[in-house]
């Protein structure tokens, strides 16, 4: 008998503004005719004013806790991946403890960008495995459209506000190796941060700063680090993309989308697409695009999923998990 973490419900929350590309044309020199081609985004939604990052993760938090059918209280670990925190501290998770009831547990953030969920899954996951803890809420959440520069056409057209939530649970298992969450592949490097980056922060300028990105660069990067760590996972494993049920990637850009199923030999029809609704959420993607294909009825309990991300740091990274 081994531990093994199952994933329980999913949950999502975008907000309420939405910002579509003809807003954007309006305040910057592009088209709706322009993003679509280069990114396959639609729109975008942007946080009220008022709005902290942890109303978005609890609005989330608290639908996946509804279709896991717990209360706060069966939690006792929060793992929040977020790039734009409510406070330097303390960590956005203890906000979102608070405003659950979820007691004494323990809550903290992880910070790898628009990786920043897988990150967060593989450490949830490892916790429970060792006995650590035994339900765990994983949450991605980010108010992104506050660190964007508004007359950068580069990065402006590309991000927007969300939040998703997975809860996992660990039990003692005998089952079949490829059931619940299988494996991760997590990795950075950090001599190419200055590809994409916020020039701000903390201890260098004490400032918020804004996103500053290398998009071709970015672009080049990112299809050949994901497959690899797609690659690494199904090495590790023994399965195949044909295997695949649904391929649940970041959803960054379309075209990365698409080199990405190319390069690995998923058809179009398995890949779950939600960026054309809510563009790049960074860290709240993943969980947002599970749980549209969870709650629309395309992926079902049993499925074998295939997740991967990257971003700023460089970070990257893939999981493969059975609903």
């Excluded at 057209?157 to 991760?184: M, Q, R, S």
């Excluded at 290398?214 to 680090?225: D, I, M, Q, W, Y």
Aim: charged fraction near 20%; charge should be negative; glycine fraction near 10%.
């Amino acid at each position: 008998m081994t531990r093994r973490s199952f994933i329980r419900g999913t949950g999502g929350y975008l907000p309420e503004k939405v910002l579509t590309n003809e807003d954007l044309s309006t305040m910057l020199d592009t088209s709706d005719e322009w993003i679509r081609e280069r990114t396959g985004i639609q729109k975008r939604h942007v946080a009220a004013d008022g709005e902290l990052t942890s109303d978005i993760a609890t609005a989330a938090a608290r639908q996946a806790l509804e279709a896991a059918g717990m209360t706060a209280q069966d939690i006792d670990l929060i793992v929040l991946a977020t790039t734009t925190p409510d406070q330097t501290f303390p960590a956005t998770a203890t906000a979102v403890q608070a405003k659950l009831g979820c007691g004494p547990s323990a809550a903290f953030d992880v910070q790898a960008v628009c990786s920043g969920f897988l990150f967060g899954l593989a450490t949830a996951d490892s916790m429970l495995k060792q006995g650590l803890f035994n339900r765990a809420l994983v949450i991605g959440a980010e108010t992104f459209t506050r660190i964007l520069d508004w007359s950068d056409r580069g990065t402006a057209v590309l991000f927007g506000d969300g939040g998703g939530a997975v809860v996992i649970e660990a039990v003692e298992w005998d089952g079949a190796d490829d059931a619940g969450i299988i494996t991760h592949h997590i990795r950075t490097d950090g001599t190419k941060s200055d590809l994409l980056y916020v020039d701000g922060g903390v201890s260098s300028t004490g400032t918020i700063g804004h996103v500053r990105m290398e998009g071709n660069r970015v672009f080049k990067h990112a299809v050949t680090n994901i497959s690899s760590a797609i690659q690494a996972v199904l090495d590790e494993t023994g399965l195949t993309a044909e295997d695949i049920d649904w391929f649940v990637p970041h959803q960054a850009n379309k075209r990365i989308l698409d080199g990405v199923a190319k390069k690995i030999g998923i058809p179009e029809e398995k890949v779950v697409i939600t960026v054309d609704q809510h563009a790049n959420t960074s860290a709240a993607s993943i969980p947002l695009a599970l749980n549209h294909a969870v709650r629309s009825g395309r992926a079902k309990k049993g499925d074998l999923i295939l997740s991967e991300a990257m971003g700023g740091g460089f970070s990257w990274g893939a999981s493969l998990f059975r609903l």
